[in-house]
């Protein structure tokens, strides 16, 4: 251990007696701990969703059925959205929230920690429940995993099978999960800053988490009563979702969409909340606009909760309604433009280099704004009449989410590894990852905008021959991208074990805020006397 | 950026020892989920799981309740993490009030648009599929093949004692609450005591008239939208006052054992504001599911 720590955090790491082995995971109450466990539940995650999407792309690979029945088609895609979504890019999300906020604001530890610790160990039993019907079917129990897409839609969600009663049931854990993790990080933000730091001194990946945590709690209870009003439609004989019996099928869309639109910032507000931090170490500038950027965050936390029905244009919606959300949706791009100028900013005349963290940065920009400028074009009613539940929205999503999410959360972890193993990971390596991914990520994606724009719609198994080539050259590009991953899960295995050079404790030449005073690896305990922030 | 010296809060925050209680209470709810789901699509062993789950809940409840009260009482707590406690139990209520907001969202989507636009719909249109619809307003069961004759819940017979009966016991708290803070015990454990009691009448109340419903008005959960929307509101949060009603019953017998004195008691903050969070729900269901 790094000797300069243990005299600037005050303290030697506890001797105090915990247990080892298996058990010290199940029961621990240390955010370093639990950090680390849900950074490695969501790479183990990725990788099962990944898998499950890459036979998808390989039915797709030709026209006309080859390898699967349409149902396990169904299941495969929306059991792969679930996965990403609740169990690989959240989950990331809060196991840097874990690592990072207690660090960064100088507290000695999350303020619940065994509530962090359950909050973590909700995971697995849900993503069992959601995967498990997928075992179950093969010994004759049930009809497979949910094959309604991530989306639940009624009435199809009504009449589906066991798997759409496993899925509502990890939903509600993951959901206890999530509003959990909230608390703990609103709590820990709100009451655990060290003296002196100030809200308008809160580094701003704790201020985009924050608001994210908000959105949790506002939105997932949400979904957990359209889940439960499914629940009850579906074996209680109520009729929520009825037209038959009074009630109306897209009530439900109305309230998975309350839900499912904010999702999307809680996936991106902690990436946007990093990306300055990662931007400002490699441009060795300070940050630009920091007043505007926590601003923007507010602005679109209040925003994404009053624009959902750009979902369903198409349901039938009164003329007033499509015109409200169009421009309401339209006017979320007013902050998202102001985070983009204050990231080009912060580089602009910097000092930059390029090591593995500012390249994915830099990436995520480029793609990134591709998501932002194709999802103008679907928040136009007009276009989105012909654009709906065509490829061209699942291009649009991707580009948000993986090149927005997940290649921001690999921005984080390049640029945390150092800090949270005390190793350096390859540089070579890493490069590698980050161009294989960027080129097959486009080489997935792109055609997939062409196809929509052709009008190939989403989720079918089977599609017409023009579509083929584009079909072809989107499942290379998948495979390309998945196996280019396995490169980022070795260089990550690398530093964990101890190969690689030290990391000091200000890793990065540029690196400023309270994380980098400690050594690398931190102590098991940090901050246990809190520093003053002037 | 930083010096280092002493925090302004002068302790050490508690962070408290590794705890087997969070995992094996997720251990249980996935027995729990498993065995529900088995149940409901009839497959025999679900029962057996969900037994064994709500054994482990009951026990994981006692023993890490049980933890935090002998912290308390130990003192392991300074000011520091009981504003965490505060602060945590604020945004617990806040999600709470978003799981009821889906609820009334569902109610007041049905009955402000999508039943209204149906009976304008309909006729315009010279649609046959549901020639009952016409003429129908909110309360409703639909018209189709679904559709099914009750008389909807009156508001001014038991959901009217049930308010007077949850208005005082929120009454009744505070001035327990005020007992704590001059030190009077006798007045705390009274008030406590009398809340108890009003809490648990107003549930034997609301069970008569669930068995009224469905004996007597025709009123089910299969009772169309109405009736759906009826039981899950009215159902909920009948199920929020059983959680607040055994709460406040553990906070009494600690108050017999003479726990919290003026300046330490979040547990007994903590399940009263829980108590008037629900006494304003029933305000609001009153009012939009009973009344109007
Ligand atoms: C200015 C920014 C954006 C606008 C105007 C916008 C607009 C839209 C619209 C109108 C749709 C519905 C398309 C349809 O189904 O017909 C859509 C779908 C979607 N968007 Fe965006 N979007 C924006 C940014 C984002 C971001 C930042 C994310 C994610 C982090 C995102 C994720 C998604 C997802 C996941 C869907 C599809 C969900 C599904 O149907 O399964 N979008 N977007
Ligand atoms: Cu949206």
New interface residues.
Partial sequence: MNTATTTANGHAPHGEHHPAGLLRWLTTTNHKDIGTMYLTFALVMFFVGGAMILAVRAELFQPGMQLMQPEFFNQLIGVHALVMIFAALMPAATGFANWQIPLMIGAPDMALPRLNNWGFWLLPPAALLLTMPFVLALFGIGDGAIATGWTFYAPLSVQGGIGVDFAIFAVHILGISSILGSINIIVTIFNMRAPGMTMMKLPLFCWGWLITAFLLIATIPVLAGAVTMLLTDRHFGTHFFTAAGGGDPILFQHLFWFFGHPEVYILLLPVWGLMPHVLATFSRKPVYGYKAQVYGFVAIGILSVVVWAHHFFTAGLPVPALLYFMYSTMSISLPLAVLFFCWIATMWRGAMSFETPMLFATGFIVLFGIAGLTGLVLADVAADAQYHHSYFVVAHFHYALFAGGIMGVMTGVYYWLPKWTGRMYSETLGKWHFWLTVLSFNLTFMPQFFLGLAGMPRRIPDYALQFAEFNAISTVGAFILGISQLLFAWNIVQCVCGRGAPAESRAWEGAEGLEWELSSPPPHHSWEIQPRVK | ?????????GT??Y?????????T???A??LL??G??LR??G?APGPWFMLAGAALILYVLFG?FGAIIGESVTRAYGR?ED???R??MV??I???V??????F??LF??RVI??PD?LNLLPNHGWTL?PDYQGLSWP????????MAFTPMGAWGIPALNTALLLSSGATVTWAHWGLLKNNRFQLNLGLFLTVVLGFTFLGFQAWEYHHAYAELGL???A??????F??LTGFHGFHVTLGAIMLTVILLRCLKGHFDADNHFAFEGVAWYWHFVDVVWLLLFVFVYWL
């Avoid at chain 2, 978003?98 to 609820?103: G, H, I, K, V, Y």
């Avoid at chain 2, 409703?140 to 559709?147: E, L």
């Fill in positions: 950026m930083s010096t280092h010296s002493a925090s302004s809060h050490h925050y962070v408290p020892r590794p705890s087997h209680y969070p995992v209470l997720s251990g709810l996935f989920a498993l529900f789901v409901i699509n497959f890490w520091w504003q965490s406690f602060h945590g945004w617990f806040a999600s709470e978003a799981f009821f907001a889906a609820f969202g569902a989507y049905v999508s039943v149906l549901y409703q069961s639909g018209a189709g093949p679904k559709a089910t959960l299969g169309g939208v109405y009736g759906a929307t039981f899950m």
